[in-house]
């Protein structure tokens, strides 16, 4: 099937592919921990989702933290309901390439999460993510109500640090959770599954200089 392209900017809702009523089927068990990447997850557990470039290298910096649960790729912050691969790579749902990371709060913090997320990208380049072009690479933090001060918070910690060693604005947009919808099957745990898969995800070199609250 072929579809319109739009790289550069967000569609309009009355744009965007239609989709499907049904959900991708996956197997909800994660390549990597043998854990459940669908709910129930274990009693105390909380969930926040980042967009930071291909969602292949984004979920691969999360996986193995102490602390957290289980990760799972997918797409939000768009239109189009359960969405495949393609309809996202043509830019005409909406949504972003992202990573659920699931986790136990008492033994990683939401601060901790979000300095891996800001070392791990460059979060100044709009709807792209370095040689990777297109609204689903746009960098994006995706949390609790509770927690959205600390994610802008932690915003303007680190930009300020980037504009220090000559870098522009962050370009990250901060949403409360939206509906979170799982990629296909081959793309959950990819690069452990192909260790010598592609992988263009790069930080800026700059550290997160502080504990944030």
């Known amino acids: 099937m072929l579809f ?7 569609p309009l809702e009355s744009e965007a592919l239609k989709g ?3 959900e991708l089927e996956i197997s909800g068990i994660h390549y ?4 459940n990447m669908k709910e129930p997850y274990p009693d105390g557990s909380e969930k926040i989702v980042f967009g ?4 292949w290298g984004a979920e691969r910096k999360f996986w193995s933290l102490k602390g957290v649960y289980t990760t799972a790729v997918g797409y939000c912050a768009g239109y189009t309901p359960n969405p495949t691969y393609e309809e996202v790579c043509s830019g005409m749902t909406g949504h972003n390439e992202v990573v659920l990371v699931v986790f136990d709060p008492s033994i990683i913090s939401y601060s901790d999460l979000l300095k ?3 070392e791990s990208h460059d979060p ?4 792209r993510q370095g040689n990777d072009f297109g609204t689903q690479y746009r960098s ?3 949390i609790n109500l509770k927690y959205k001060s600390l994610a802008h918070n932690s915003l303007k910690v680190f930009e300020n640090e980037l504009r220090k060693s000559g870098y522009n604005s962050i370009t990250t947009e901060i949403m409360n959770f939206p509906v979170f919808y799982f990629a296909e099957e081959y793309h959950q745990q990819y690069l452990a599954k192909n260790p010598q898969g592609y992988c263009g995800l790069g930080g800026t070199n700059i550290k997160f200089p502080e504990t944030i609250s």
């Open 116 to 118: 891996v997320f800001w």
């Open 52 to 55: 930071l470039g291909c969602f």
């Open 124 to 127: 100044t380049q709009g709807m």
């Open 4 to 10: 319109s392209q739009k790289k550069d900017s967000i």
């Open 32 to 35: 990597v921990n043998d854990s």
């Open 20 to 22: 499907r009523k049904s």
């Open 140 to 142: 994006g933090i995706y």
